[in-house]
């Protein structure tokens, strides 16, 4: 089982006390009735399934209930770090 | 009849002797022995029949790797215990156990007829074969295998045993206390800090326990463990490495101890995060592959060894050793130095070390060099072998009662594998080592290649001059796999040992390959001339060793299985005869017969009464979240598909959610209280769904909104009253807000007080009559049902539950989200556009509804459905089409959602989503079921009150 450091408890947890939230990094376009049809498909549907190094959200949902940003490699599943919502990628 | 006891020896106690009983008969045996041990030592060496050809077969090992000596142990009603590897298995005073796979007995057994009929089974038989005719796998094949298929038989009653659970935390995690792994976690000991040293065996010592001349030290190290503060388990098994250096092992806690003894949990789960984990497993001992290799009697050189030196056990009268590696030697001189009568050593090698050569000749023991045993006279129980020299195969016969295989070692790397950790191919060895890990964890000992066993050759098959197709030599003894069913598979073209272990079942057996998957994949490699690395390695995954379901799930059962979740009114409910059913995690009144009334009867009632006079229902298990803040109207219009912005304190609007796809995924009504507060509903099964979705846009789309999210729903109590007489029922209890209709309109809520506690009042309809949903604080709600309940008897007010519910919401086609739609479903589809805001630019979902798909022709919509014949209710679930004599497969072109008996209708009524449906209108479709197909007339959604006359009261 994962241990996975929340940045808002700033602790070490167990992955059980997480979920994860998918794909980190894709924001939700400001104005989505001006998209078309491909760049909305893309925003929906379309993720990256990457060989190590990924960014992911999660959330600590039997915490502090805070959402997050990870990077963690696919091959190890080792955290290489997680940060708040809204900072910039790692 | 040729294991006994030796004289002396071994590290039972012979001052406590133990009786117990197999398959009926009595034996007897001593503190310390194991089933096995105690078994072979009276002369049993037939322990059960092989699962698919019914050969008999005896003890192969003394560890878990035992593929064989399966066995059932009885502890009393419901502590049966199919499957257990009577090596594994302590002895206790009493014990009953029972050898499995044989039918009517051990020695007779009928499906031995599999075993003639080899030349039938080969590999890939149950692929080929049971391909066709399908008739006659249901009705011959499978019900034969079943009968005569699987190992030992699950207990059919309940399990009275408890079962623990707990947590530990170390800096040194290590696993098996032989040499190696004491000596490291006395090193680690001494330098500070937890540590724990966990074994699967009855006591501490692994290897050394085989050992007498390691006894002192070993009893001197597990004081010095002690002195250290070093936690040392016995009995525990570590099942798993997971993540992060957290491993789960289960403790055997009372399976050892007489019934009479035992007290406390069976077993316990341990689950241990550890700083560091050392693995010292220790190495498995392979066998040898040659014809006869599974006649009871031929077993591991490394059995006898811990037979004779750990339990004070001959394994037989004329012991002969067939050896490749060095080990053998050693055991041989060992247990001829106990006792043993060591007949003579054979080896495949041509040449060994003089020091072996020297001793087995200074103890008289006839040595064989370049030498193979390739034949096995007798059935139940080695009665002598035949040997040959690998040269010229000149053979002779050389009568013995037992006859021990060393073919060199398999690290043991199964928990390295779960950590993820790499092996390289050691050719030396022959076999795979740790490699590299990212977790912190390292091997030692003989798991990590690191022994002082000796040398030896790997040899996928022993030579003889009879093929390998027409041996009986063994790989996978639990599984039946033979050398030439591997042979068969590599000839088939299966080329990965992926795909040959699937096609043989080499290594699929509850043993999971300990003893079998090293030899699978030489053999392969030998037949395929490619080098093992070439053919891969399967991978090993948790649990190391079969467990029990009950130490896995632990607490986790029953009441604890899964929390019931219950209203403050569930009590009453039960009290006045409700039915109940589950939704989600919640426990609801289904209906409340009367007296010996049937549940469409006390429906009908329900559904009238509320319908001409008054009915009441716990709605308590509705989702409701307090969302509050500046922003609190904005982020609802942002979410949901209605306007928010406009509307007044103390009005409330049914709230339409949709994913980001466009499809209906919740709905419920929310009120607004004040300008910054909104009392949202949320259907029983979405509740958290809906929060969690709300936290995610509040949180990462939109932290811009000031706005707060609190889940309320446990908070308030909500009594649904509904009917036409629903105002004078409430109408003495409540203060402080006017009910007129001019004062309190429907779509309203207001706030004061009920039964003098204070209420969050809302004017709303789930039936289509006039309606009220009272939220007080939940301890308050037990006493407010009770009072409208006794104020509404003057009324004939009802309690009603779920399913009249349900019905009153589908005569008005009122939506039940997940059951009236699937997560397919637009706002259009279900005919709701109208609680679509127009004018906003954007919410949840609204891009979506322009996609192509989602504005075609003919999706899928919802409509009504009236049978032709009133007195029929269609199935949910049915399918409909619109010819019903088209041939099979038909065109389906929807489906029945929602059907009722609708008692105020006096007929039946369904919901159902049907393409192109409102285009449909007063056509007949069909709905074929096993009777025939069923006539249906397309109809609007709503079959009661349309102009909706009975809100507006
Ligand atoms: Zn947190």
Redesign the pocket.
């Given at each position: 089982m994962l241990l996975i450091h929340?940045?808002?408890?700033e602790?070490d947890?167990p992955e059980v006390e997480f979920v994860n939230g998918g794909q980190a990094h894709i924001a939700r376009p400001a104005d989505p009735s001006s998209e078309s049809d491909a760049d909305w498909e893309k925003y929906l549907y379309i993720r990256r399934n990457p060989r190590g190094r990924h960014h992911e959200r999660w959330r600590?949902i039997h915490?502090?209930?805070?959402f997050?940003n990870a990077v963690r490699d696919t091959v190890s599943d080792r955290f290489e770090t997680t940060y708040k919502a809204g900072e910039p990628a790692k | 009849m040729s294991g006994y006891r030796l004289d002396k020896g071994g590290r039972i106690d012979r001052a406590v002797p133990l009786s117990f009983r197999f398959d009926g008969q009595d034996f007897r045996g001593f503190a310390g022995d194991t089933l096995a041990s105690a078994l072979v030592a009276g002369g049993q060496m037939l322990f059960g029949r092989s699962f698919k050809y019914r050969r008999p077969r005896g003890l192969l090992a003394t560890g878990v790797e035992e593929p064989n000596a399966l066995v059932t142990v009885d502890r009393g009603p419901g502590r049966v215990t199919p499957n257990l590897r009577a090596p594994s298995v302590a002895l206790h005073d009493g014990l009953i156990a029972q050898s499995q796979n044989r039918y009517p007995s051990l020695k007779t057994d009928f499906g031995a007829i599999n075993d003639r009929l080899g030349a039938l089974f080969p590999a890939g038989f149950y692929n080929k074969t049971f391909m066709w005719p399908r008739s006659a796998w249901e009705k011959l094949y499978e019900p034969a295998i079943r009968k005569m298929a699987g190992l030992g038989e699950s207990p059919k009653e309940r399990d009275p045993d408890h079962y623990g659970a707990t947590y530990a935390h170390c800096e040194l995690l290590v696993i098996g206390a032989g040499p190696a792994g004491i000596a490291a976690a006395m090193d680690a000991a001494a330098t500070g800090g937890r540590v724990i040293l966990i074994d699967e065996q009855e006591e501490p010592g692994g290897g050394a326990l085989a050992d007498p001349a390691q006894w002192a030290w070993l009893a001197e190290s597990l004081a010095k463990l002690a002195a250290l503060g070093v936690t040392v388990f016995s009995r525990t098994t570590a099942i798993g490495h997971y993540h992060q250096n957290f491993v789960v092992a289960v403790e055997r806690l009372t399976d050892h101890l007489a019934p009479s003894q035992a007290a406390g949990p069976r077993e316990k789960l341990w689950r241990i995060r550890a700083g560091e984990v050392v693995l010292a497993q220790g190495a498995i001992e392979r066998p040898l592959v040659f014809d006869g290799n599974d006649v009871p009697g031929v077993m591991l050189a490394s059995a006898g060894r811990a037979l004779a030196l750990r339990f004070g056990v001959a394994v037989g009268r004329a012991v002969v050793v067939m050896a490749s590696h060095d080990s053998g030697w050693r055991d041989a001189l060992a247990m001829a130095e106990a006792g043993v009568t060591i007949a003579a050593i054979v080896d495949v090698r041509p040449a060994v070390s003089s020091d072996l050569q020297a001793a087995a000749d200074a103890l008289g023991i006839a040595v064989y060099l370049n030498h193979s045993v390739t034949g096995v006279k007798g059935r139940l129980e080695v009665k002598a072998i035949t040997l040959c020299h690998n040269d010229d195969y000149l053979a002779h016969t050389l009568p013995c009662d037992a006859l021990l295989m060393a073919g060199g070692w398999t690290p043991t790397v199964h928990l390295w594998s779960h950590a993820r950790g790499t092996l390289k191919w050691d050719a030396a060895f022959g076999a795979y080592l740790p490699d590299t890990t990212v977790e912190n964890l390292r091997a030692v000992g003989g798991c990590s290649g690191n022994w002082n066993y000796g040398d030896g050759i790997v040899v996928a098959t022993l030579p003889s001059p009879k093929p390998v197709s027409k041996q009986k030599a063994f790989v996978d003894f639990q599984n039946d796999v033979k050398a030439r069913d591997i042979a068969l598979a590599v000839q088939e073209g299966f080329r990965s040992i992926e795909h040959i272990k699937r096609y043989t079942t080499n290594g699929m057996a509850t043993d999971q390959g300990k003893t079998s998957n090293l030899n699978g994949l030489q053999i392969a490699s030998e037949t395929l001339s490619k080098p093992v690395t070439a053919i891969g390695l399967t991978t090993f995954r948790p649990p190391y060793t079969p467990q029990t379901f009950g130490a896995l799930m632990g607490h986790h059962k029953d009441a604890l299985f899964q929390p019931l979740r219950k209203t403050v009114i569930d009590d009453w409910a039960a009290a006045n005869g409700a039915v109940f059913e589950n939704v989600a995690q919640w426990r609801r009144a289904r209906y409340f017969p009367q007296g010996r009334e049937s549940m469409d009867a006390a429906v009908a009632r329900e559904c009238l009464a509320t319908r001409e006079r008054v009915g009441m229902f716990d709605a308590s298990t509705l989702g409701k979240i307090e969302v509050v803040g500046p922003d609190a109207a904005e982020f609802l219009n942002r979410l949901y598909t209605n306007p928010w912005k406009a509307l007044e304190p103390g009005r409330c609007r049914y709230g339409l959610l949709l994913n980001e796809q466009g499809f209906i995924i919740d709905d419920g009504v929310a009120g607004r209280m004040a300008a910054d507060r909104f009392h949202v509903t949320t259907t029983t099964g979405g509740a958290a769904r809906v929060l969690g979705m709300m936290e995610d846009y509040l949180q990462t789309e939109w932290p811009d909104l000031n706005v707060w999210l609190t889940s309320t729903t446990e908070q308030w109590a909500v009594i649904a009253v509904q009917g036409p007489k629903a105002r004078e029922v409430i109408a003495p209890l409540v203060e402080g807000i006017d009910l007129s209709p001019e004062a309190f309109p429907h779509m309203a809520v207001r706030e004061g007080a009920i039964c003098d506690v204070p209420t969050r009042l809302f004017r709303v309809s789930f039936t289509g009559e006039l309606g009220f949903e009272v939220n007080v604080p939940a301890e308050h709600g037990r006493m407010v049902w009770e009072a409208i309940h006794a104020a509404g008897q003057e009324h004939g007010i009802v309690a009603y539950g779920t399913e009249t519910m349900h019905v009153l919401r589908a005569e008005k086609g009122f939506i039940i989200i997940g059951q009236d739609t699937d997560g397919t479903v637009t706002p259009d589809d279900a005919g709701m556009n109208w609680a679509i805001g127009k004018k906003k630019p954007d919410f949840v979902g609204k891009r979506s509804l322009a996609r192509a798909d989602l504005v075609r022709e003919g999706r899928k919509q919802l409509v009504g459905l009236l049978t032709r014949d009133p007195a029929v209710v269609l199935e949910e679930g049915a399918q409909i089409v619109v010819d019903p004599a088209e041939p099979v497969p038909m065109t389906m072109i929807g489906h029945v959602t929602s059907s009722y008996h609708s008692a105020a209708l006096g007929r039946s009524i369904a919901l159902a989503v049907v393409a192109g449906g409102r285009a449909r209108m007063g056509q007949t479709l069909h709905v074929p079921m096993p009777g025939g197909a069923i006539a249906a007339e397309v109809v609007s959604t709503v079959f009661y009150d349309a102009e909706g006359s009975r809100l507006d009261v």
């Open positions: 929340c940045p808002y408890c602790e947890r600590h915490g502090c209930g805070r997050f | -």
